[in-house]
């Protein structure tokens, strides 16, 4: 009972820091070789930030870490844009993304394609994390009004000249909710973007 009333009178930054730490919590614990996250006030001159960079989170693969600015817009929005973007970490991290790379630099006339394919595979992954993370199901075309992570949010520095990939928010939601439901990395092979060295470096 003790712990119900508590719950209860969380104030909501209280409940979006632990939907933020659930997440953070449970990918580490999954992938410990994921970067760890930093709260900053402005992610301004962080990682070569500039025009273009998403305001909120980035990740800096140069630095290996994640910024977050500290301002809170709702939980689940906070919580969704965090497995997000360790997504595009565990990728980098066990693999994938150096295979994505080699594919995208071989085959130049299907970048789009195939970058499409490596952006459904982060939504899916974020899809498991959220669910591993014990978080109530999302759907992100309640969350968005249009498309998110259209800008760039993860690379080298300086972070201004990292992908920027545009897939659709239907395209998105899909391969979100497909992860939330599976709640399995095995589901998140996409077209030639296998999720095999994902599933194996899984704890």
Not at 158 to 184: D, H, M, N, Y
Request: proline share 4%.
């Amino acid at each position: 009972m003790k712990k119900y009333l508590f719950l209860f009178i969380m104030s909501p930054v209280a409940a979006l820091a632990d939907a933020v730490q659930d997440i953070n919590r449970v990918v580490h614990q999954i992938f410990p070789k994921t970067p760890p996250v930093q709260f900053v006030d402005d992610l301004t001159g962080l990682c070569g930030f500039g025009s273009g960079v998403n305001k909120d989170i980035a990740y800096c693969t140069s630095q290996n870490v994640v910024f977050i600015r500290k301002e809170p817009k709702s939980d689940m929005r906070e919580a969704y844009e965090l497995a997000h973007v360790m997504g595009h970490a565990v990728q980098v991290k066990y693999g994938v993304a150096d295979i994505a790379l080699r594919k995208i630099t071989d085959q130049r006339d299907r970048e789009t394609e195939l970058r499409g394919m490596v952006t459904r595979q982060v939504e899916c992954i974020a899809g498991v994390l959220f669910t591993r993370a014990g978080l109530p199901r999302a759907d992100l075309k309640r969350l968005y009004k249009s498309e998110p992570f259209t800008d760039s949010h993860w690379g080298r520095e300086p972070l201004r000249i990292g992908p920027k990939v545009s897939i659709g928010l239907g395209a998105r939601a899909e391969w979100f909710s497909k992860g939330q439901q599976t709640a399995q990395f095995e589901s998140c092979t996409v077209g030639e973007i296998s999720a095999n060295l994902i599933v194996q470096a899984a704890r």
